[in-house]
């Protein structure tokens, strides 16, 4: 190997290591920010998760639709989906996190057709489309209730 071109490797190793520093440093501080931020991160992501969800409209802010869902809930999913939703031999529905899609829309078709070939029926016979949709309402007022409270584990 001639001189010159081991001094040229010599230079490229010093500069190759020199760049890995630089790039591990940068990337130590892009991706490690301050516990603050990623508390803020936190909460824009539940708000994002909010609004990714809520594709079709659903009258959670409206409390007399919340409380009719609430009593109709009660009546006719209560004793598989437990007390409030929180889950007995059917799961958790306010808990933030499905297993057959938490979009309204899922939930509402879900709700409507069953999931066949488990225990979950189709109510879209028995409840009217405003009383599934009362029902979605009430369940996702709930959620946003327990993710504030911190009954829900981050989701
Ligand atoms: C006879 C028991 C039973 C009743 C009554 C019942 N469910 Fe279910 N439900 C289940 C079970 C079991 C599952 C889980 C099915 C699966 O995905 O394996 C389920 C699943 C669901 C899901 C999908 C959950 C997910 O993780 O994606 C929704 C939404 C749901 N039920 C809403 C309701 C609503 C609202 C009512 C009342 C109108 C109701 N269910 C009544 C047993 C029941």
Same mark, same amino acid.
């Given at each position: 190997m001639s001189h010159a071109f081991s001094a040229a490797l010599r230079k490229f190793r010093t500069a190759l290591v020199l760049f890995a520093v630089v790039l591990g440093v940068a990337s130590a501080l892009i991706l490690n920010p301050s516990s603050a931020l990623a508390n803020a991160d936190d909460d824009e992501r539940a708000e994002r998760a909010e609004r990714l969800a809520n594709d079709m409209p659903v009258p959670m802010d409206d409390p007399a639709a919340v409380e009719s869902g609430k009593g109709r809930f009660g009546e006719r999913c209560g004793y598989c %989906? !437990?007390? !409030? !939703?929180?889950?007995?031999?059917?799961?958790?529905? @306010?808990?933030? %996190?499905?297993?057959? !899609?938490?979009k309204s829309s899922a939930i509402y078709t879900n709700i409507a @057709?069953? @999931?066949?070939?488990?225990?979950?029926?189709?109510?879209g016979t028995s409840l009217s489309s405003e009383e599934i949709l009362n029902i979605v309402g009430y369940l996702r007022s709930e959620t946003r209730r327990r993710d504030a409270s911190g009954e829900n584990a981050p989701h």
């Open positions: %989906h !437990g007390g !409030g !939703g929180r889950g007995a031999k059917g799961p958790c529905l @306010v808990c933030g %996190h499905f297993k057959r !899609g938490g @057709v069953g @999931v066949m070939g488990t225990q979950m029926g189709a109510f």
